[in-house]
Protein backbone atom coordinates (compact mmCIF):
# COMPACT_ATOMS: atom_id res chain seq x y z
CA UNK A 1 0.00 0.00 0.00
CA UNK A 2 0.71 3.87 -0.18
CA UNK A 3 3.20 5.34 2.01
CA UNK A 4 4.13 9.06 2.15
CA UNK A 5 7.97 9.57 3.06
CA UNK A 6 8.75 10.37 6.31
CA UNK A 7 12.01 11.26 7.70
CA UNK A 8 14.42 11.35 9.25
CA UNK A 9 13.28 7.97 10.03
CA UNK A 10 15.07 7.89 13.70
CA UNK A 11 16.72 10.49 15.75
CA UNK A 12 18.14 10.48 19.00
CA UNK A 13 18.20 13.95 20.64
CA UNK A 14 19.44 15.41 23.91
CA UNK A 15 16.55 16.96 26.19
CA UNK A 16 15.90 20.56 25.42
CA UNK A 17 16.85 20.42 22.13
CA UNK A 18 14.41 21.02 19.05
CA UNK A 19 13.35 18.30 16.17
CA UNK A 20 12.43 18.84 13.04
CA UNK A 21 10.68 16.43 10.75
CA UNK A 22 8.95 16.15 7.35
CA UNK A 23 6.40 14.34 5.50
CA UNK A 24 6.43 14.55 1.43
CA UNK A 25 3.89 12.72 -1.18
CA UNK A 26 3.45 12.72 -5.09
CA UNK A 27 0.22 13.42 -4.38
CA UNK A 28 -1.93 16.45 -3.73
CA UNK A 29 -3.99 16.43 0.38
CA UNK A 30 -6.72 18.41 1.38
CA UNK A 31 -5.55 18.32 4.79
CA UNK A 32 -2.35 16.99 6.94
CA UNK A 33 -2.59 15.18 10.08
CA UNK A 34 0.34 14.64 12.51
CA UNK A 35 -0.22 11.85 14.87
CA UNK A 36 2.16 10.39 17.65
CA UNK A 37 2.08 6.73 18.95
CA UNK A 38 3.23 5.14 22.00
CA UNK A 39 3.96 1.71 22.08
CA UNK A 40 0.76 -0.58 21.83
CA UNK A 41 -1.52 2.37 21.92
CA UNK A 42 -3.48 3.62 18.92
CA UNK A 43 -2.17 6.84 17.51
CA UNK A 44 -3.30 9.92 19.23
CA UNK A 45 -4.28 13.29 17.17
CA UNK A 46 -1.42 16.38 17.43
CA UNK A 47 -2.29 18.72 14.68
CA UNK A 48 -4.51 18.96 12.09
CA UNK A 49 -4.08 21.26 9.26
CA UNK A 50 -6.49 22.54 6.38
CA UNK A 51 -4.96 24.87 3.97
CA UNK A 52 -1.54 25.32 1.87
CA UNK A 53 0.61 27.04 3.84
CA UNK A 54 -1.15 27.29 7.13
CA UNK A 55 1.01 27.12 10.30
CA UNK A 56 -0.30 26.04 13.68
CA UNK A 57 0.94 25.10 17.10
CA UNK A 58 -0.04 23.23 19.58
CA UNK A 59 2.10 24.09 22.91
CA UNK A 60 5.61 23.19 21.68
CA UNK A 61 4.25 22.01 18.44
CA UNK A 62 4.14 23.57 15.40
CA UNK A 63 2.76 22.42 11.90
CA UNK A 64 3.25 23.44 8.37
CA UNK A 65 0.80 22.55 5.70
CA UNK A 66 3.25 22.59 2.56
CA UNK A 67 2.17 25.25 -0.35
CA UNK A 68 2.62 22.70 -2.55
CA UNK A 69 0.12 20.69 -0.69
CA UNK A 70 1.98 18.16 -1.24
CA UNK A 71 4.30 17.84 1.73
CA UNK A 72 4.17 19.24 5.44
CA UNK A 73 6.31 19.74 8.61
CA UNK A 74 6.34 18.98 12.19
CA UNK A 75 8.70 20.92 14.76
CA UNK A 76 9.03 20.26 18.36
CA UNK A 77 10.71 22.71 20.47
CA UNK A 78 12.45 22.42 23.31
CA UNK A 79 11.95 18.73 23.69
CA UNK A 80 11.07 16.43 27.26
CA UNK A 81 11.38 12.65 27.74
CA UNK A 82 8.03 12.27 27.10
CA UNK A 83 7.92 12.59 23.95
CA UNK A 84 9.51 10.14 22.71
CA UNK A 85 7.54 7.98 20.73
CA UNK A 86 6.74 7.03 16.41
CA UNK A 87 5.30 10.59 14.94
CA UNK A 88 3.21 9.96 11.81
CA UNK A 89 2.30 12.34 9.62
CA UNK A 90 -0.69 11.34 7.43
CA UNK A 91 -2.64 12.77 4.01
CA UNK A 92 -6.36 13.05 4.45
CA UNK A 93 -8.10 13.49 0.50
CA UNK A 94 -11.53 13.75 0.15
CA UNK A 95 -13.89 12.72 -2.56
CA UNK A 96 -17.65 13.17 -2.18
CA UNK A 97 -18.31 12.10 1.37
CA UNK A 98 -15.52 9.20 1.32
CA UNK A 99 -12.02 9.37 2.69
CA UNK A 100 -9.14 7.70 3.59
CA UNK A 101 -5.62 8.65 5.65
CA UNK A 102 -2.65 7.85 4.22
CA UNK A 103 0.24 7.66 6.38
CA UNK A 104 3.94 8.08 6.37
CA UNK A 105 6.51 5.69 7.55
CA UNK A 106 6.85 7.64 10.94
CA UNK A 107 9.95 9.16 12.65
CA UNK A 108 10.99 7.29 15.98
CA UNK A 109 11.76 10.00 18.40
CA UNK A 110 14.34 9.42 21.36
CA UNK A 111 15.07 11.46 24.02
CA UNK A 112 18.23 11.44 25.82
CA UNK A 113 18.67 13.24 29.40
CA UNK B 1 -16.27 12.27 26.40
CA UNK B 2 -15.37 8.65 26.51
CA UNK B 3 -12.73 7.71 23.61
CA UNK B 4 -12.59 5.42 21.11
CA UNK B 5 -12.75 1.36 22.41
CA UNK B 6 -12.26 -1.34 20.93
CA UNK B 7 -12.39 -5.10 21.62
CA UNK B 8 -10.47 -7.71 22.72
CA UNK B 9 -7.14 -5.88 22.84
CA UNK B 10 -5.45 -9.00 22.30
CA UNK B 11 -5.95 -12.07 20.04
CA UNK B 12 -4.18 -15.58 19.30
CA UNK B 13 -6.38 -17.14 16.43
CA UNK B 14 -5.08 -19.98 14.45
CA UNK B 15 -4.70 -20.39 10.57
CA UNK B 16 -8.06 -20.89 9.01
CA UNK B 17 -9.74 -19.57 11.72
CA UNK B 18 -11.75 -16.27 11.26
CA UNK B 19 -11.94 -13.27 14.17
CA UNK B 20 -14.04 -10.16 14.37
CA UNK B 21 -12.82 -7.83 16.27
CA UNK B 22 -15.16 -4.42 17.24
CA UNK B 23 -15.17 -0.51 17.94
CA UNK B 24 -17.50 1.57 19.73
CA UNK B 25 -16.83 5.13 18.38
CA UNK B 26 -17.03 8.80 20.09
CA UNK B 27 -20.70 9.66 21.23
CA UNK B 28 -21.48 11.59 18.09
CA UNK B 29 -18.73 9.84 15.33
CA UNK B 30 -20.79 8.59 12.72
CA UNK B 31 -17.35 7.76 10.72
CA UNK B 32 -15.82 4.61 11.59
CA UNK B 33 -12.31 3.51 9.52
CA UNK B 34 -10.26 0.64 10.68
CA UNK B 35 -6.10 0.36 9.56
CA UNK B 36 -3.95 -2.27 9.47
CA UNK B 37 -0.21 -2.06 10.93
CA UNK B 38 2.27 -3.94 10.78
CA UNK B 39 6.44 -3.28 10.86
CA UNK B 40 7.17 -3.66 7.68
CA UNK B 41 4.23 -2.19 5.67
CA UNK B 42 2.87 0.68 7.85
CA UNK B 43 -0.33 1.55 8.88
CA UNK B 44 -2.65 1.47 5.72
CA UNK B 45 -6.49 1.98 5.29
CA UNK B 46 -8.86 -0.62 5.22
CA UNK B 47 -12.27 0.96 4.90
CA UNK B 48 -14.60 3.19 6.20
CA UNK B 49 -17.98 3.42 7.27
CA UNK B 50 -20.68 5.96 7.87
CA UNK B 51 -24.30 5.68 8.47
CA UNK B 52 -23.61 1.75 7.97
CA UNK B 53 -22.53 2.32 4.23
CA UNK B 54 -19.00 1.40 3.19
CA UNK B 55 -17.93 4.53 1.96
CA UNK B 56 -13.84 3.55 0.94
CA UNK B 57 -11.87 0.59 0.69
CA UNK B 58 -8.39 -0.27 0.85
CA UNK B 59 -6.41 -2.82 -1.02
CA UNK B 60 -7.04 -5.80 1.05
CA UNK B 61 -8.23 -9.09 -0.13
CA UNK B 62 -12.27 -9.89 0.36
CA UNK B 63 -11.17 -12.02 3.20
CA UNK B 64 -11.78 -8.77 5.27
CA UNK B 65 -15.00 -7.68 5.40
CA UNK B 66 -16.89 -5.06 7.78
CA UNK B 67 -19.98 -3.81 8.82
CA UNK B 68 -21.53 -0.78 10.95
CA UNK B 69 -24.79 -0.73 12.95
CA UNK B 70 -27.49 1.67 13.78
CA UNK B 71 -25.77 3.14 16.71
CA UNK B 72 -22.22 3.57 14.96
CA UNK B 73 -20.43 0.74 16.51
CA UNK B 74 -18.61 -1.34 13.87
CA UNK B 75 -16.69 -4.97 13.33
CA UNK B 76 -14.16 -6.47 11.06
CA UNK B 77 -14.33 -9.88 10.15
CA UNK B 78 -10.98 -11.56 8.66
CA UNK B 79 -12.15 -15.15 7.59
CA UNK B 80 -9.24 -18.04 6.66
CA UNK B 81 -6.62 -16.32 8.80
CA UNK B 82 -3.13 -16.40 7.45
CA UNK B 83 0.00 -15.65 9.51
CA UNK B 84 0.70 -12.43 7.68
CA UNK B 85 -2.89 -11.12 9.42
CA UNK B 86 -1.04 -10.66 12.40
CA UNK B 87 -0.94 -6.48 12.88
CA UNK B 88 -2.17 -4.13 15.28
CA UNK B 89 -5.99 -3.59 13.57
CA UNK B 90 -6.54 0.67 14.37
CA UNK B 91 -10.20 1.72 14.19
CA UNK B 92 -10.66 5.21 14.28
CA UNK B 93 -13.89 7.82 14.02
CA UNK B 94 -14.90 10.98 13.14
CA UNK B 95 -17.81 13.30 13.15
CA UNK B 96 -18.56 12.88 9.78
CA UNK B 97 -18.13 10.90 6.39
CA UNK B 98 -14.24 12.06 5.29
CA UNK B 99 -14.09 13.74 8.36
CA UNK B 100 -11.54 15.82 9.07
CA UNK B 101 -9.75 14.59 12.33
CA UNK B 102 -9.77 11.29 12.81
CA UNK B 103 -9.66 9.90 16.81
CA UNK B 104 -8.45 6.48 16.79
CA UNK B 105 -8.63 3.70 19.70
CA UNK B 106 -6.61 1.40 21.29
CA UNK B 107 -6.37 -1.04 18.74
CA UNK B 108 -6.35 -4.66 18.56
CA UNK B 109 -3.40 -7.07 18.55
CA UNK B 110 -3.97 -10.16 16.50
CA UNK B 111 -2.01 -12.84 16.57
CA UNK B 112 -2.25 -15.61 13.98
CA UNK B 113 0.28 -19.08 14.78
Known amino acids: GQQLNQSPQSMFIQEGEDVSMNCTSS?????WLWYKQDPGEGPVLLIA?????ELTSNGRLTAQFGITRKDSFLNISASIPSDVGIYFC?????????????FGTGTRLQVTL | KAGVTQTPRYLIKTRGQQVTLSCSPI?????VSWYQQTPGQGLQFLFE???????NKGNFPGRFSGRQFSNSRSEMNVSTLELGDSALYLC????????????FGPGTRLTVT
Open chain 2, 92 to 103: ASSTLAGGYEQY
Open chain 1, 27 to 31: SIFNT
Open chain 1, 49 to 53: LYKAG
Open chain 1, 90 to 102: AGLFLTGTASKLT
Open chain 2, 27 to 31: SGHRS
Open chain 2, 49 to 55: YFSETQR
